[in-house]
T-cell receptor, first 117, second 111 residues
């Protein structure tokens, strides 16, 4: 399977614990995005990378959230001191390098569902 | 914050009928994309329309874009039960920046 892979698929944790999610993008994609989605809502942008550079981070993202893409391949999203409001689906997506004929469509993984008790 | 708003929030139709959903956005865009999401799954790209285009077709999908009204519509013709999903519009302000998604339209197609 050469699609976007996310692990773990489900994570249940207690409030105050730290959690880390991993995303493996499609190998030739240099752009990687993280989104958060709650029930009944659309994906909310968190951050994105081009290769290892983090190009933009949402102002809504508190400093408890950190994302890395150290070698420009896989990425991790860490949430420190989790709160119940962090419960959501965390989606990762990747896309091809910019430029014609690429259209900039995102390829999404299946998501990592976080439940904070 | 989300850029787009879809209308209606939910749509229930029978197989064979057409489904139309609309998306309005707030700021100028480079392109607009539509995605589908089956329950509990990731999103799948359906179609992209650029700001200088007015209409595009892909199979049973037809997308229109009216930049003067900052709105787009997605039409699914001859719907099937397998089209049951949530549909999201997403906009991009520049050619390769972030995509911002709306809240989605939940479509249920009954046999």
């Amino acid at each position: 399977d050469t699609g976007v892979s996310q692990n773990p698929r489900h994570k249940i944790t207690k409030r105050g614990q730290n959690v880390t999610f991993r995303c493996d993008p499609i190998s030739e994609h240099n752009r990687l995005y993280w989104y958060r989605q709650t029930l009944g809502q659309g994906p909310e942008f968190l951050t994105y990378f081009q290769n290892e550079a983090q190009l933009e981070k949402s102002r809504l993202l508190s400093d408890r959230f950190s994302a890395e893409r150290p070698k420009g391949s896989f990425s991790t999203l860490e949430i420190q001191r989790t709160e119940q409001g962090d419960s959501a689906m965390y989606l990762c997506a990747s896309s091809l390098p910019s430029g014609y004929p690429n259209t900039g469509e995102l390829f999404f993984g299946e998501g990592s569902r976080l439940t904070v008790l | 914050s989300q850029q787009g708003e879809e209308d209606p929030q939910a749509l229930s139709i029978q197989e064979g009928e057409n489904a139309t959903m609309n998306c309005s956005y707030k700021t100028s865009i480079n392109n607009l994309q539509w995605y589908r999401q089956n329950s509990g799954r990731g999103l799948v790209h359906l179609i992209l329309i650029r700001s200088n285009e007015r209409e595009k077709h892909s199979g049973r999908l037809r997308v229109t874009l009216d930049t003067s009204k900052k709105s787009s519509s997605l039409l699914i013709t001859a719907s099937r039960a397998a089209d049951t999903a949530s549909y999201f519009c997403a906009t991009r302000a520049d050619s390769w920046g972030k995509l911002q998604f709306g809240a989605g339209t939940q479509v249920v197609v009954t046999p």
